[in-house]
């Protein structure tokens, strides 16, 4: 039982074109983040949604559209791919949003080549 | 805006050595700090976490330190293993987010 899973592992495109990745957590978490690891491995948020709600929208462009079905879902849509796109998005989640002992749980990465 | 370092960037070790991690902060605010594991390819697999009113916490071979007015976390590993050979991450949670630093690769040599 995978307890974040995302799709697709990975994703190559030319630039220009629209896609769109998937992520599904069966923990019964209340918040769920999009992170992207870019080439020095640095992870940074791109967004969170806590209850279905955008609680975080950090420095991204319009292009990327998070989208949250539900509580169990986190989708994110990216419009008009650049070449600078390209790198790792990781979907996590989390309980106890705001508190101490709150602790996050990841996906296993989509890996996106914008060509 | 919190900053998170990690040293060394990359470490080699032979089998059985007892060995630390460094993640430094430049934020002492945090609530929490958790350290993970990620394996080529994969994503990332949480190791241990520290809420800001511990010292420390253990888990098998794993140790994880935490001393907030200087900023500092150390993950110990004792007798390593080739197994333990992954991308080693610390990340500084505050109220609504988490810091993330770049990472200590470690390769444990059989």
């Known amino acids: 039982d995978t307890a974040v899973s995302q799709t697709p592992k990975y994703l190559v495109t030319q630039m220009g074109n629209d896609k769109s990745i998937k992520c599904e957590q069966n923990?019964?978490?209340?918040?769920m983040y999009w992170y992207k690891q870019d080439s020095k491995k640095f992870l940074k948020i791109m967004f969170s949604?806590?209850?279905?709600?955008?609680?975080i929208n950090e420095t991204v462009p319009n292009r990327f559209s998070p989208k949250s079905p539900d509580k169990a879902h986190l989708n994110l849509h990216i419009n008009s791919l650049e070449l600078g796109d390209s790198a790792v998005y990781f979907c996590?989640?989390?309980?106890?949003?705001?508190?101490?002992?709150?602790?996050?749980?990841f996906g296993s990465g989509t890996q996106l080549s914008v060509l | 805006k919190q900053e998170v370092t990690q040293i060394p960037a990359a470490l080699s070790v032979p089998e059985g050595e007892n060995l630390v991690l460094n993640c430094s902060f430049t934020?002492?605010?945090?609530?929490?700090l958790q350290w993970f594991r990620q394996d080529p390819g994969k994503g990332l697999t949480s190791l241990l976490l520290?809420?800001?009113?511990?010292r420390e916490q253990t888990s098998g071979r794993l140790n994880a330190s935490l001393d907030k007015s200087s900023g500092r976390s150390t993950l110990y590993i004792a007798a390593s293993q080739p197994g333990d050979s992954a991308t080693y991450l610390c990340?500084?949670?505050?109220?609504?987010?988490?810091?993330f630093g770049s990472g200590t690769k470690l390769n444990v040599k059989p």
């Open positions: 996590a989640s989390s309980q106890e949003w705001g508190r101490r002992r709150q602790k996050l749980f």
């Open positions: 923990l019964g978490h209340d918040t």
């Open positions: 949604y806590n209850n279905k709600e955008l609680i």
């Open positions: 934020d002492s605010a945090i609530y929490n």
């Open positions: 520290i809420q800001s009113s511990q």
């Open positions: 990340a500084v949670g505050n109220f609504n987010k988490f810091y």
